[in-house]
């Protein structure tokens, strides 16, 4: 079997370059080693209006639920609202990904990509100019040559380290997350919910992302280096405490990486996508949108790659262009921003929360928001200036 490209890995990242590929003409083969695209989930859903509807048609199918904006709480309770646009990558829809994921392969494989589950890529080889890529299914071991490889692996990714790309995480460039479907719970369904105190969550926060019907995922990432427990004891405390009422009826555990900006994300005939290039948010976690657009970046340049007839590391750099100038600078801020934020204390933490409580926050920019910060609290907030402004 020769294909073009293989995509290993069938999330967000690799459904939607194996259909930029396919509808370059490419010959491509999307692999995916779970025996259900999409299932089980291991993410919260929530993602952006406008980052969504770049990619599909929006399809209330795929969609849990809608939202107008966030709350977020400080260690003393202090609540803030924020808009949509203000939220981050997470707020606007809240996705049902069993759907959507397996929504986004179909559209590859009506591109006219090939797609086979249940089969894991378990090791690679780089000839001359090709790739071959060794895969089990079943327990059946067999190869399959093409020209370039797209790893969308997510956070677990082995095609980087195969492929010589550096992609380790520190203890401190990971959330450690849990997450509990509830349902039988009372919140206000308008807005995604997040809490944020060292007690709560260190280096990371709660969450709720409504689902429809009085169910929401409620969960929690928290930065192994500064946690002193599990993710699991911190959630279980905060859901006791809150929604002690409430059934869970489906629990998931996983990693978010929140590396920042990686130096390259490809080597020869290969390009890394999404999680397996570390490129969800630092600040939110939130992943699905940069995965997407790191997925139609990649199948843009190996579609380039392949008509050149060189999928050398030069050519492919270009992949690492295209990402850096969309998200990439993003990713290094937000990395920055984040290493500053976990070394504020609940007490800073709730005092800039005061202010921004006492803001007519949806009638400023966050630009003049964060010019109001630094007037009322100058020491606190210079060293993050540059940051923003
Ligand atoms: C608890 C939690 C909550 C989250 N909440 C949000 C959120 O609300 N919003 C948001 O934007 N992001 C969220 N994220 C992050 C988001 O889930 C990821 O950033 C996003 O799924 C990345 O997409 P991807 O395509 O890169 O990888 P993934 O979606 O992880 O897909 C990778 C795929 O590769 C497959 N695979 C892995 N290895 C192999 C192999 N060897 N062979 C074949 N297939 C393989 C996997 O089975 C998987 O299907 C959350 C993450 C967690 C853990």
């Not at 079997?1 to 509808?23: F, H, R």
């Not at 939220?87 to 990509?113: M, S």
């Not at 492919?316 to 600078?329: A, V």
């Not at 202010?355 to 020491?379: D, F, G, Q, W, Y």
Request: proline share 3%; net charge neutral; charged share 30%.
């Amino acid at each position: 079997m020769n294909y073009d490209v293989v995509v290993i890995g069938a999330g967000p990242g690799g459904s939607l370059a194996a259909k930029t590929c396919a509808e370059r003409g490419l010959s491509v083969l999307l692999v995916e080693k779970r025996q259900e695209i999409g299932a089980p989930v291991r993410c919260a859903e929530g993602i952006g209006k406008k980052d969504l509807q770049k990619f599909v048609e929006v399809d209330k199918k795929f969609i849990a639920a809608e939202v107008v904006g966030a709350k977020i709480y400080a260690p003393d309770g202090t609540e803030i609202t924020l808009t949509e646009e203000m939220a981050g990558n997470e707020v606007g829809y809240v996705l049902e990904r069993k759907i959507f994921d397996r929504h986004l392969a179909r559209l590859a494989a009506k591109a006219g990509a090939d797609v086979i589950v249940k089969t894991t890529a378990i090791g690679m080889e780089r000839t001359k100019d090709s790739v071959k890529v060794k895969l089990r299914r079943m327990g059946e071991e067999f190869e399959v040559g093409c020209k370039i490889v797209i790893g969308a692996d997510g956070v677990e990714s082995r095609v980087g380290k195969w492929a010589g790309i550096d992609t380790t995480l520190k203890l401190n460039e990971i959330e450690s997350c849990v997450q509990y479907l509830m349902t039988g719970i009372d919140f206000d369904p308008e807005y995604c919910h997040f809490w944020f105190g060292s007690n709560i969550a260190p280096g990371g926060y709660v969450w709720l992302f409504p689902k429809g019907n009085n169910s929401a995922n409620v969960g929690i990432g928290v930065m192994p280096s500064l946690a002193k427990r599990s993710p699991k004891e911190y959630l279980d405390e905060f859901v006791e405490r809150n929604y002690s009422n409430g059934k869970i009826v489906e629990v998931v555990a996983g990693a978010v990486p929140v590396k920042g900006e990686i130096e390259t994300a490809v080597a020869d005939n290969v390009m890394l996508v999404g999680d397996a290039a570390r490129h969800a948010d630092p600040i939110t976690g939130g992943g699905i949108a940069n995965a997407m657009k790191a997925g139609y970046y990649a199948g843009i340049v190996a579609a380039e790659a392949i008509q050149k007839g060189d999928c050398s590391a030069k050519t492919l750099r270009r992949y690492d262009e295209l990402w850096k100038n969309d998200f990439g600078k993003d990713l290094a801020r937000k990395r920055k921003l984040q290493q500053k934020l976990i070394k504020m204390d609940d007490e800073t933490l709730n005092k800039i929360m005061h202010t921004l409580a006492n803001c007519k926050l949806e009638e400023i920019s966050v630009k003049a928001m964060i010019k109001e910060l630094i007037k009322r609290h100058p020491k606190l907030l210079w060293d993050l200036k540059d940051l923003f402004l």
